[in-house]
């Protein structure tokens, strides 16, 4: 037994609509822009057969049948309805809280795109070409790092000069650290007590493996090195002085 549901349907996609009895029985509707997917029967409308009145359960109302006698055509004027009528689906990376402290290491002389969203509208530029610029992280999503600060540091002012203030997203690549501190921890997660992937010896400040800087989370940041990828808070980010 065939399943029959009620649909109210706004004029203009009733006006799209048409019915097309099919041959083969257990057809629905067809679509007023032309044949559908192919499906049972042999999609020819019978001469014999007079056509029914398109809403005859009353104005604006159409029968959607349902079961198992519905073919396996599917309607492209149905779908656009159905389209229309659900929210658009928006899907974004999921953003991670951060803590951290990094250096722009873009030394392009248009500067480094500070962005509204992640990939979105030019806000301004940092320019870090020969000069130490510093942001405020506070957070990742994918390959974006959200800042809500950034300062210009030099010998005559430690304290640096605020040169953008406010909410925005530049590419994480563009962001580094100085260097990591001797006898750096990398562990295997960002948290205490993770299990260490690789320990740094104390020794000459020379030998001290780069590395490059990936993510974060909270205060720890997600590094690369000499191939491994772990997490670390023993790292940093002072091109003047070196930090202990």
């Known amino acids: 037994m065939v399943a029959r549901d009620r649909l109210t349907l706004p004029r203009r996609f009733r006006d799209a609509m048409i019915p097309s009895p099919l041959r083969g029985g257990g057809r629905g509707w067809g679509c007023a822009l032309g044949d559908c997917n192919e499906g049972e029967g042999d999609g020819q409308q019978r001469a014999d057969t007079p056509t029914p009145d398109p809403f005859p359960q009353g104005e604006g109302e159409v029968r959607i049948r349902r ?17 229309t009528m659900l929210p658009a689906a928006v899907s974004s990376a999921q953003t991670v809280a951060c803590d951290v402290k990094l250096n722009v290491t873009d030394q392009d002389p248009a500067g480094l795109n500070v962005r509204a969203s992640p990939g979105g509208a030019v806000v301004t530029a940092l320019k870090a070409r020969n000069r130490w610029v510093q942001v405020q992280v506070t957070g990742q999503s994918g390959e974006w790092a ?26 994480f690549s563009k962001l580094g650290i100085e260097e990591l501190n001797q006898q750096a921890l990398i562990l295997a997660e960002p948290k205490d007590g993770a299990r260490t992937v690789l320990k740094i010896s104390e020794g000459d400040e020379a030998n001290v493996p780069k ?25 940093c980010s002072n091109q003047f002085t070196t930090c202990v």
């Open 146 to 171: 959200r800042i809500d600060r950034a300062t210009f540091i030099s010998e005559d002012n430690a304290g640096g000069t605020a040169i953008f203030r406010g909410l925005g997203w530049v590419a």
């Open 211 to 235: 590395a490059e800087v990936l993510g974060c989370d909270g205060l720890y940041l997600k590094v690369r090195v000499k191939g491994l990828v772990g997490w670390t808070q023993n790292y």
């Open 67 to 83: 079961g198992i006698g519905l073919g396996s055509r599917s309607c492209l004027t149905v779908a656009l309805v159905v389209a």
